[in-house]
């Protein structure tokens, strides 16, 4: 029963000192996590509140799409 003891005791000193001991430069195993850095696409911090400045005219467009359209409508042939 001593030379149980004795192990364990023998057995947690050991620890202690492995613990105590700064990391080993010798390539010493270490249990480190890799450090996660996440890629986030672009549009994730665009601001969508401002409205962008265009010169696009939605009725100019839209008169512009019903001549092409009546066009069609005349010459169904193409």
Same mark, same amino acid.
Do not use: C, H
């Given at each position: 029963m001593?030379e149980v003891?004795a192990a364990?005791?023998?057995?947690? %000193?050991q620890? @202690? +000192?492995?613990?105590?001991?700064?990391?080993s430069?010798?390539?010493?195993?270490?249990m480190? +996590?890799?450090?996660?850095? %996440?890629i986030?696409?672009?549009?994730l &911090? @665009?601001?969508y509140s +401002?409205?962008e400045?265009d010169d696009?005219d939605?009725e %100019?467009?839209?008169r %512009?799409l019903?001549?092409?359209?009546? +066009?069609?409508k005349? &010459?169904?042939?193409?």
């Amino acid at each position: 029963m001593d030379e149980v003891r004795a192990a364990r005791l023998a057995f947690r %000193e050991q620890r @202690m +000192k492995q613990r105590s001991a700064p990391p080993s430069s010798d390539g010493g195993r270490t249990m480190r +996590k890799p450090i996660r850095t %996440e890629i986030v696409p672009d549009w994730l &911090n @665009m601001d969508y509140s +401002k409205p962008e400045d265009d010169d696009f005219d939605v009725e %100019e467009a839209r008169r %512009e799409l019903e001549e092409r359209l009546k +066009k069609y409508k005349t &010459n169904p042939d193409g």
